[in-house]
């Protein structure tokens, strides 16, 4: 028999399809994982902010990222971020040492958090899945610098379809 639930179920997984693919068109070099102290998405932005500017200016390097923002009480609220970054002598954030991002995450928000090298595209695939994903208890991170972003734009279609 089919019911309401059942077009809700189906318009959720295309809707984290559409997700995947998304943040599939794009090469990261780093998977942030950002615990937050609450779950004001507005704050967690604004956290969010101000580690960038201060991390950008520390480590010169330009960054961008997509993510999103989960604010679901069986996980805790948490930012995942796909991020890439450079500067003006080439160097990326694969040059970059995270355990001085996730110290500076700490002091602004006294949060703990994690940064991993991205190996591959399981990583977005994970982004999308139903954990990180949640009915009404995700929002998608305020891109960031999407010229920059533009250029790790991927030479071949997604596979993630």
Same mark, same amino acid.
């Given at each position: 028999?089919?019911?309401?639930?059942?077009?809700?179920?189906?318009?959720?997984?295309?809707?984290?399809?559409?997700?995947?693919?998304?943040?599939?068109?794009?090469?990261?070099?780093?998977?942030?994982?950002? +615990?937050?102290?609450?779950?004001?998405?507005?704050?967690?932005?604004? @956290?969010?902010?101000?580690?960038?500017?201060?991390?950008?200016?520390?480590?010169?390097?330009?960054?961008?990222?997509?993510?999103?923002?989960?604010?679901?009480?069986?996980?805790?609220? @948490?930012? @995942?971020?796909?991020?890439?970054?450079? +500067?003006?002598?080439?160097?990326?954030?694969?040059?970059?040492?995270?355990?001085?991002?996730?110290?500076?995450?700490?002091?602004?928000?006294?949060?703990?958090?994690?940064?991993?090298?991205?190996?591959?595209? +399981?990583?977005?695939?994970?982004?999308?899945?139903?954990? +990180?994903?949640?009915?009404?208890?995700?929002?998608?991170?305020?891109?960031?610098?999407?010229?920059?972003?533009?250029? @790790?734009?991927?030479?071949?279609?997604?596979?993630?379809?």
């Amino acid at each position: 028999m089919y019911n309401d639930r059942d077009d809700e179920w189906k318009q959720t997984i295309k809707y984290r399809r559409e997700i995947c693919n998304f943040l599939g068109q794009y090469d990261y070099e780093w998977f942030c994982s950002l +615990n937050l102290p609450d779950y004001n998405v507005v704050n967690g932005e604004k @956290h969010l902010k101000k580690w960038r500017i201060s991390m950008q200016v520390k480590d010169n390097i330009q960054i961008s990222y997509l993510g999103v923002i989960v604010v679901s009480k069986v996980t805790g609220p @948490h930012i @995942h971020l796909l991020m890439c970054g450079k +500067n003006k002598d080439g160097d990326t954030l694969l040059n970059r040492n995270p355990k001085l991002w996730e110290d500076e995450w700490s002091d602004i928000t006294k949060k703990d958090s994690w940064i991993e090298i991205v190996n591959d595209e +399981n990583v977005v695939k994970y982004l999308s899945q139903s954990g +990180n994903t949640p009915i009404n208890n995700f929002e998608l991170v305020q891109p960031y610098n999407k010229k920059f972003l533009v250029k @790790h734009k991927k030479n071949t279609p997604s596979i993630l379809q």
